[in-house]
């Protein structure tokens, strides 16, 4: 083989192919949410029952008779049923035409897994649909797929056992801590495990008919199904009863995560009878799994309330209460026994249906989900059982109709106050009086949401629930913990008495509104979601079954990131506790650029939230004897939280990811006072800890050793080629932005200068480090190795990959899987999407073609990357087969692990695959740039961006490409190499040149 030669980063920019400024053009559709109808009893639950099905486009969220629902467009009909245009559950054809491009059906999983059952998931470009099992009943992974977030507060689908996860409900940032306990500690180990803690859940409701609990034990399920709503922003189950001897009777529930008001969610059940009237009582439940109040252990461990000591951090040995994690192990083990021998963890053997983890976790089900025959299998994509008893009830309170409940953390401390309010409406058959509003009676516990009745419901009428639930927690800045402690640093600064007001002022304020001011709030704040983030397209006869996917993905986008304020976007959003709820490199490659082009705000916010990471980011890189900032790879409240280091600590390029992200936000959006504050302090913390950890060799390059990549597959290696590159961005970049202020804005680099004690060497030292950042190139091969010594290993044995082997990283060890030339996911392909200009296009096709078929695609992240870099090389059909896998990563459940919730980065990764890979956007260069790849058999592509305040719609067709400055006084961008200026009123219509060979 061919030597891999070290060559200095100036010189890979020859045969540059495209420029990109993270600015370029959207084509949107019509609003896609309109707001509802207006003249109606604001208060009328009918207003639920939208039309959302089929092929229509109007308003999701309609606001309804009260009288008949069969005139209704039913979501859930049959392909024969209902008023449908086309079929609702239309068959996947053996016609396809596997052989055409464009034509490939996104109901197939990857690689000839099992396809989508369209009758049980009916096709709607508007909402996702499930005709439930009656027999089964809804599984995990509907639990997640039906989840609803706001990105403040999150709550799952219904599921076995509830929704699984805990409680199935999560507030962001509120987690639980305990010491990793390392059987072979070392300096700078992550010492403080974090997991997303569950929260008390109030979703559910019990309903009674002739006192008698609605269960499958005595009445006939005779139909389920549920939707999720994209556009209304709710999800409803329905489920059709029939009783022995009481006729018919229709469940309803509808749930609400407020995406205007961030910390209010409302949870609707409405029953209606059929043909004969029956005694009704409603419950709306309570489920916590929490110490309750006066219990001896719960009080050592959370002081009272009005006690302010009770912030002070706990000594690491001082109380056996206090959790341990070992890092093989999931559940924290409980040493209230003063038992010492089993800070070991639990025995392996002992209790096989126990969950056990690394710093991650599994249970044992998991081992189905992927087929494992071995029980024992670890998981590390899964997450920390959000169900530990960690929480401490403390005291509740009833204040004039609301039910207020306070909780802390045993050993974060982390506050947290519940509160629920509720409304009771009985109305009459058709025809008949308006509803009557009646207080429900208390339960025997004196709970206020508790069982209401018994009423008297005669047929034809209905008995409806409006349950207002509100969580409010401490603030967390992200500042790590304290030396010895289990406790965020940084306590907050309101008290328990704020926490409850806060809770039923904000119960009091919903319950004022009303259910139809807040599905219209919801509803509207949707429209113009959709109108800024909406990608249009049409893919031949199967439109709508790609369209229904991508809208379903990117609403899992909103749903994580809407109300994120101050906090972070965890792996999994709110949707689960996958991989603890921590915040990884996701949010900054793959969702902040969604935000970035269509919320900037929003984008503004989780970089801000980065920011405020810098003191511990800081401690952190001291610890590694590092300077500047080293941010953690995994995390909540800003300490590292990752135990293995090989694939967590030593992924630096972490560093470079925030610091690309936070330049991409200010050069697309022009935003100069955040260049000015966290910009430039990012830029500049993550640069001084490249300058230390990197050294100038013999041959004149500045090299990066012992490090890992992307790809997990290759841990601890000399100069990767994805963390070389953008670490030589990283330089390069804060030396610049400081040359900028000095010549734009002198105050602020003076200011900047002074807070960050910047040396006067330092910009020329990070600029020439970067310069000649060493870029390896091998003439052999013709290709960049991924690193120093990658070439030199032998491939993975073919015989070895498949269903049965795969994912690798559950079936070997790691050092086995280190020896070989094989990808868990994209790296150096993803190093020349984000550094696009600096390759030329005969350079990414054979990186390209060298290690796809070494990427296994065992991670979620991957199949976005290559579908992109495929669209831009040539390989349409790779590309389109990779967009299916991205597309179905969750909805099919390709990777078996979607029952922990979503995966944020896939679903942000359909986003980019149709504006980056089809679209062509690139921003590496001078200014936006589109070189479109429109796949064969597409006619038609549009979309919307955001740039520097103003909008341009991008509308693709064969050949052709129209830019509209929809907002703004007009903007340059370059098409296929050649710059176009877009001004208002005068739309630019573009030929284009054919699409390069592969």
């Known amino acids: 083989m061919g030597q891999s030669v070290p060559t200095a980063g100036a010189n890979q920019a020859a045969g540059r192919s495209g420029r990109a400024d993270p600015a370029a053009g959207v084509d949107r559709l019509e609003p ?89 998931f009916p096709v709607d470009p508007w909402a996702w649909h499930e005709r439930i099992d009656p027999e089964t009943g809804p599984d995990l992974v509907g639990a997640t797929l039906f989840a609803l977030a706001n990105g403040r507060v999150g709550v799952r689908g219904d599921g076995p056992e509830g929704r699984g996860l805990g409680q199935g409900s999560f507030v962001n940032g509120f987690h639980e801590t305990a010491w990793i306990s390392h059987p072979e500690p070392a300096h700078g180990l992550a010492q403080v495990q974090q997991w997303t803690q569950g929260v008390p859940d109030l979703a559910q409701f019990v309903v009674r008919v002739g006192g008698r609990e609605l269960t499958d034990d005595w009445a006939e399920r005779e139909s389920d199904r549920r939707s999720l709503d994209f556009r209304a922003g709710w999800g409803r189950r329905q489920t059709d009863w029939r009783l022995p001897e009481q006729g018919r009777v229709e469940v309803v529930q509808t749930r609400l995560v407020s995406f205007t008001r961030p910390d209010l969610a409302v949870f609707v059940c409405r029953v209606r009878p059929g ?125 004039a109709g609301t039910e207020l409940r306070a909780y802390r953390c045993r050993n974060s401390g982390l506050r947290l106050v519940v509160g629920r309010r509720l409304r009771v409406e009985l109305t009459g058959p058709p025809g008949g009086p308006a509803p009557s509003a009646a207080q429900p009676s208390p339960d025997p516990d004196g709970a206020v949401g508790g069982l209401s009745g018994p009423w008297s419901v005669p047929a034809g009428g209905s008995l409806t629930a409006y349950l207002y639930v509100t969580y409010q927690t401490d603030h967390l800045a992200p500042l790590g913990v304290e030396a010895g402690s289990l406790r965020p640093a940084g306590q907050p600064d309101r008290g328990w008495d704020d926490l409850f007001d806060a809770g039923a002022d904000c119960l009091e304020r919903a319950e004022a509104s009303g259910w139809a001011v807040l599905s219209r709030e919801q509803a509207d704040w949707l429209a113009d979601f959709w ?17 229904q996917a991508v809208r379903w993905s990117l609403f899992q986008l909103a749903q994580a990131s809407a109300r994120a304020e101050g906090h972070g976007v965890g792996a999994k959003g709110l949707s689960g506790s996958g991989y603890c709820g921590h915040y990884f490199w996701d949010a900054e490659i793959y969702l902040v650029p969604f935000l970035t082009y269509t919320d900037p705000a929003q984008a503004r916010a989780l970089l801000e939230f980065r920011h405020a990471m810098l003191p511990a980011a800081r401690r952190r890189a001291r610890v590694m004897d590092q300077a500047g900032a080293l941010f953690p790879w995994r995390t909540i409240d800003g300490e590292e939280a990752s135990a293995y280091f090989p694939a967590g600590t030593a992924q630096y390029h972490i560093d470079a990811d925030i610091a690309f992200a936070a330049a991409q936000y200010i050069a697309v959006s022009g935003d100069q006072a955040f260049q000015a504050g966290p910009g430039v302090d990012l830029l500049v913390e993550t640069a001084r800890m490249w300058a230390s950890l990197g050294h100038w060799g013999d041959d004149g390059c500045f090299h990066i050793h012992q490090v890992t990549g992307p790809d997990e597959y290759s841990a601890l290696v000399d100069d990767n080629f994805f963390t070389n590159t953008m670490a030589a961005f990283n330089l390069t970049e804060a030396d610049r932005t400081l040359a900028r202020l000095e010549a734009e804005r002198p105050g602020d680099h003076a200011a900047a200068v002074a807070r960050l004690a910047l040396g006067p060497d330092e910009p020329a030292q990070w600029r020439r480090a970067g310069q000649a950042m060493a870029l390896l190139w091998d003439a052999a091969h013709g290709v960049h190795p991924q690193d120093a010594a990658f070439l030199s290993r032998p491939p993975w044995p073919v015989e070895r990959l498949g269903p049965p082997s795969q994912p690798l990283l559950l079936r070997h060890h790691p050092l086995v899987i280190y020896r070989y030339q094989v990808l868990k996911q994209a790296d150096v392909v993803l190093a020349l999407l984000l550094r696009s200009n600096q390759f030329s296009l005969s350079q990414k096709r054979a990186d390209f073609d060298f290690y796809d078929r070494l990427t296994t695609g065992d991670s979620t992240l991957s199949a976005a990357v290559q579908a992109i870099v495929a669209a831009e090389v040539g390989h349409g059909r790779a590309a389109l087969e990779h967009f299916r896998a991205t597309l179905l990563t969750d909805l099919a459940d390709l990777h078996g692990n979607t029952r922990d919730g979503v995966h944020i980065a896939a679903a942000a990764g359909v986003w980019a695959v149709l504006t980056q890979g089809f679209g062509g956007l690139r921003d590496s260069g001078q200014r936006p740039s589109l070189d479109p790849r429109l796949p064969d058999g597409w006619s038609r592509l549009g979309f919307r961006l955001r740039l520097a305040g103003q909008t341009v719609a991008v509308a693709l067709t064969p050949g052709r490409l129209r830019l509209d400055l929809v907002e703004g006084a007009g903007l340059e961008l370059e098409v296929a190499g050649r710059p176009v200026r877009v001004t208002p009123g005068a739309p630019v219509e573009i030929d284009l040149p054919p699409a390069p060979a592969p």
């Open 531 to 547: 109108e800024r983030s909406d990608v249009s397209f049409e893919a031949g006869p199967d439109s709508d079954r790609w369209t």
């Open 32 to 120: 896609a949410a309109r707001a509802f109808g207006t003249g109606r009893d604001e208060d009328r639950l009918d207003q639920l029952e939208s039309a959302v099905g089929g092929d229509r486009m109007e308003p999701a969220a309609r606001v309804v008779g009260t009288d008949r629902d069969e005139d209704r467009l039913d979501p859930f009909e049959s392909a024969n049923g209902g008023d449908r245009p086309e079929p609702a559950a239309r068959a996947v054809g053996t016609d396809r035409g596997e052989d055409r491009p464009g034509q490939l059906d996104p109901t197939d999983q990857a690689a000839g897994a099992d396809r989508l059952d369209r009758d049980r």
């Open 275 to 399: 043909d004969q009237a029956v005694e009704l009582d409603l419950a709306g439940l309570w489920q916590e799994n929490a110490v309750p109040p006066g219990d001896p252990v719960g009080d050592r461990a959370a002081d009272p309330v009005d006690d302010p000591a009770s912030d002070r951090a706990y000594d690491r040995t001082a109380d056996l209460a206090i959790h341990r994690v070992d890092n093989r192990t999931s559940d924290p083990v409980d040493h209230r026994a003063g038992d010492l021998a089993s800070d070991s963890g639990y025995d392996r053997t002992a209790d096989p249906a126990s969950h056990r983890a690394d710093d991650r976790t599994v249970d044992s089900a998991s081992d189905r989900a992927i087929g494992s025959a071995n029980d024992q299998t670890v998981d590390p994509r899964r997450g920390q059982a959000a169900e530990s008893g960690d929480l401490i009830r403390i005291e509740d309170q009833v204040r």
